[in-house]
């Protein structure tokens, strides 16, 4: 028979709209897990060290010690009832492989899986996960691009295309937006803006930028790291 303990509110079920279950309560999981909950999403996490599932203990809607690559363990926890499943499983890459397979032989809706590898990711990919991520390389290539150029924070939004904060540049300060001509020039648009102790609002082409203000741009990524450069 299946063993499992299970904690948090075991009188009604979890498995509804706006649900989660995360497997894996390590860094990744665990951060994904309350970042969820934060944002009002009922989370049923899932890990297999008792340590881990205590100290999430009353932090997520509900937390169980289980082995996730027993098929008929998740059966008892009714993961075939959730819309979305996060294996966050990431040091252990066999269980991660077991568990994603397990959850695509119940038809899960969508499947979001962390790999630790290149390897790893294909083999995620051609089991037919849907959504495969890359935490750590995702993060390394992040802080490549803040570290070799001027933006306070970035985003790649697809290969080659970003999403970048930065400090209103002395070339678009003063006047509005629709006059500058910084798209035809720069390759960029500027898509909001945060007045110095005001908050963040879209940009159009009235919008007047004066110093201290911070931007959000958008384009292309060479195009977004030249324009972060400017001051």
Not at 98 to 117: D, E, F, R, Y
Request: hydrophobic share 45%.
């Amino acid at each position: 028979m299946a063993r499992f303990a299970l904690f948090g509110d075991t009188s009604r079920r979890i498995a509804e709209a706006d649900s989660v279950a995360v497997i894996g309560l390590g860094r990744f999981g665990s951060a994904l897990a309350l970042e969820l909950m934060a944002a009002g999403t009922e989370v049923l996490g899932i890990d297999t060290d008792d340590e881990l599932v205590q100290a999430h203990n009353g932090e997520l809607t509900q937390v169980v010690r289980a082995d996730s690559t027993k098929d008929e363990v998740l059966r008892q926890l009714a993961i075939g009832e959730f819309d979305r499943v996060v294996v966050a499983i990431g040091a252990d890459v066999q269980a991660s492989i077991l568990t994603c397979s397990i959850l695509l032989g119940m038809k899960i809706p969508v499947i979001w899986a962390k790999a630790v590898t290149e390897q790893h990711g294909r083999i995620l990919e051609q089991l037919g996960v849907h959504h495969v991520v890359y935490p750590e390389k995702d993060m390394g290539r992040r802080v490549a691009h803040l570290v070799r150029g001027a933006a306070i924070d970035y985003l790649e939004i697809e290969p080659g295309y970003s999403i970048a904060k930065i400090a209103a540049p002395a070339e678009i300060r003063g006047i509005p937006l629709g006059r500058t001509t910084i798209r035809q020039k720069h390759g960029i648009t500027v898509t909001a803006h945060r007045p110095v102790d005001g908050e963040w609002l879209n940009a159009d082409n009235e919008t007047v930028l004066n110093e201290g203000d911070l931007a959000l741009i958008v384009g292309p990524t060479d195009r977004v790291e030249a324009f972060a450069q400017l001051q």
